[in-house]
């Protein structure tokens, strides 16, 4: 009997009690939990992506500026198929078409709404990045990985700054906070209001069950609790804005973890 | 035997062989349209808005930076119902709700997906409006209208300056076409790679039926193939990038228009 285990390639983690945390990956770790399909992790640091990619024949996602191939994660390999593949969203209907009776996360007919749903998150979460790549690197890294994020990053999208530069700090600080809240209320508004007590009607995007556009939400939302803490003032003002919507979608997602 | 008649307020346009044109009263002209409701048009102009609606007993659609309530088109009045209602999704909402029977256009479970995918338009057409507000002020609407948008846009959105400044010249409108083109590129990618002849099953964001995204999208190509005409380069440029997707999809839309 073959194994029918699928291989996922994801990013470690060295914070105790922390088992993952990079807001992409997340969103195929989610679409495995809701699918309940069987897998196992491979742990891959940021400077062995590419390598490790290429050795086991997975596609790059797209291509880098420079014309080279880029290789990025989340990836799988599933045994049953010998399908190899990237990029959350490929990797999200391959799925749902190849487990037909799992849970669907792209739902007939979403599949280009889902698209601009999640193009549409990153404005709204885009202040995370300059408080959270330090962060990234100095709490969530192990230190190889840190070491090619800060140098890769300040070289390829940071246009010479360094992680630590970019943070804002008094009151630009509290403005970007600021900025990311009303970016948190946009979403918001999209999800609308939601109903009280045993009421899930609207507690995800299409109603009683979630989608991909959900777990991408759902993966900064992990992201962050992880990256600051739990009991930390940012966490707690995230999972407290919209009348505590964060913290309650979060809640739900976790409801799929494997117990 | 009581009139069924909708009544539905929008802009009125100067133009010759013109109808409409505005892109937020399209997106609920095309969801008339497309559900075969019968409705007349009460055409309104800009400085009339406020005290037509009013007097007709709509609420106002959102309230202004200063606390004021503000009045905005499209608006309608449904007779069967006695409702009176403004803002496009609103009624969309309302519409399909009401007539069951008719094809909806916000499909159960997409609320909050076509609010984003309707927010993610605005950053993508973001140039057409240094474009085109002047455009729509000389050639669409009638002097009172053109007069009193020129002087509150001015005072409103545009910090003091004129339509007619704002306008882009030589090397910066060549610049911000371009990014036009990129927006639209983006949209491109929502929808995805499209069937060839006679393959219908994903000419709208959901595949073979329109949504009121679509129309949302679609009110802003009227809005172009109006504003500059049909054989103007810009009208041109517009229908053929991504492949002609966009002069297709107005094509496609127009087939629900009354003959």
Not at 39 to 65: Q, R
Not at 75 to 82: E, K, L, R, V
Request: hydrophobic letters at 35%; one cysteine or more; glycine letters at 10%.
């Amino acid at each position: 009997m073959t194994d029918k285990t699928i291989t996922f390639y994801d990013f470690p983690s060295k914070k105790d009690g922390v088992l993952a945390w990079n807001p992409n990956t997340l969103k195929t770790r989610f679409s495995l939990y809701y699918k309940c399909l069987p897998f196992k992790t491979i742990w891959v640091e940021y400077p062995d992506v590419e390598s490790t990619l290429k050795a086991a024949g997975i596609a790059p996602s797209s291509i880098k500026p420079d014309g080279t191939p880029l290789y990025t994660q989340p990836a799988i390999i599933d045994p049953s198929t010998g399908a190899a593949l990237s990029d959350s969203f490929v990797i999200a209907e391959y799925l749902d078409k190849t487990y037909p009776d799992t849970p669907s996360v792209v739902p007939k007919g979403t599949r280009g709404l889902q698209a601009a749903f999640i193009d549409g998150i990153i404005p709204c979460i885009a202040p995370l990045f300059a408080f959270g790549m330090k962060q990234s690197c100095d709490v969530l890294m192990n230190p190889r990985s840190a070491e090619y994020f800060r140098r890769t990053r300040k070289e390829m999208v940071l246009g010479g700054k360094s992680v630590d530069e970019i943070v804002p700090k008094g009151e630009s600080a509290r403005e970007e906070w600021k900025k990311l809240e009303a970016g948190f209320g946009k979403m918001a508004g999209w999800y609308g209001p939601q109903g009280q007590g045993n009421d899930n009607s609207n507690r995800f995007i299409m109603g009683e069950n979630p989608i991909l556009g959900d777990f991408a939400i759902g993966g900064w939302l992990v992201y962050c609790k992880n990256a600051w803490g739990e009991e930390s003032q940012e966490w707690k003002d995230i999972a407290s804005w919209n009348d505590g919507r964060w913290g309650r979608l979060l809640e739900s997602l976790e409801e799929y973890f494997p117990k």
